[in-house]
């Protein structure tokens, strides 16, 4: 894989933990200098930072709620400041609450466009003069399998996630070529968000995944890195896949 200059930044949103400290880690590996953003986990993100930097990368933590335009523009133009330029955005904020149609309310909805979606437009807005400036940049989107396969209890999850396969796209031929635009789907992936639900049906699940197992975090981060690289160049406007083999296209 094509080693990424050092003095190039990369954001990762709601990075603090799961897949998006992962993708931090495999980025700094890869040769950013790393933004990691959170906004509540402020110990577990500084965590990730020290990690990253005990390993010799370079990392900074950053607070903003990625909803608020301005503090997304701050962070931005930090991290741009820190590290001599913007070269990747990942986007992976992302919230997920089960509701059924008949239980879902205005605010649900709502809150999932807002909490899944509006971020990415306003993390590729902010971040889209700087990564002009580079001979290349990449963006890469944590969608789901459920935008894909659909949910029987997360409507407004899977409508949002889907939402975010079609920024993807639009950006994708709006940004070519010089930015590339793409978006990973995973299936069930070992983090606290599926705690709850592996620690109840674990077997159940796992048996409805070719794979037989889930994945694990770095699993997911390490195709981002790929994405993220010089050497992915020739891939936008694509959603991977990456879920055990549950859905397939």
């Known amino acids: 894989m094509t080693q990424t200059p050092s003095l190039h930044g990369a954001i990762v949103t709601g990075a603090s933990r799961g897949i998006g400290a992962s993708i931090a880690r495999e980025l700094a590996r890869l040769g950013y200098g790393v933004c990691v953003n959170y906004l509540a986990s402020a ?58 149609l008949e239980t879902l309310t205005l605010e649900d909805w709502s809150e999932a466009i807002a909490s899944n979606l509006t971020p990415a437009f306003v993390a590729c807005r902010a971040a889209l003069p700087h990564l002009r400036r580079e001979p290349w940049g990449r963006i890469v989107s944590i969608a789901s399998l459920r935008a894909l396969a659909g949910s029987e209890h997360g409507a407004h999850y899977a409508a949002a996630k889907a939402g975010l396969i079609g920024l993807t796209k639009s950006l994708a031929l709006e940004l070519a070529p010089q930015i590339t635009v793409n978006a990973v789907a995973p299936g069930y992936t070992r983090t606290d968000l599926t705690r709850a639900a592996l620690a109840r049906d674990g077997e159940g699940i796992t048996a409805r995944i070719p794979a037989r197992r889930v994945a694990e975090p770095r699993e997911i981060a390490r195709l981002v890195a790929f994405l993220a690289s010089e050497d992915a160049g020739y891939i936008t406007g694509e959603t991977i896949n990456q879920n055990g083999g549950v859905y397939m296209q």
């Open 43 to 100: 110990d577990a993100a500084l965590e990730v930072v020290a990690g990253i930097e005990r390993n010799g990368g370079r990392a900074l933590g950053f607070r903003a709620d990625v909803r608020d335009a301005a503090a997304v523009r701050e962070m931005v133009d930090r991290t741009a400041a820190a590290y001599g330029g913007l070269r990747a955005l990942v986007n992976n904020v992302g919230v997920s609450k089960h509701a059924t």
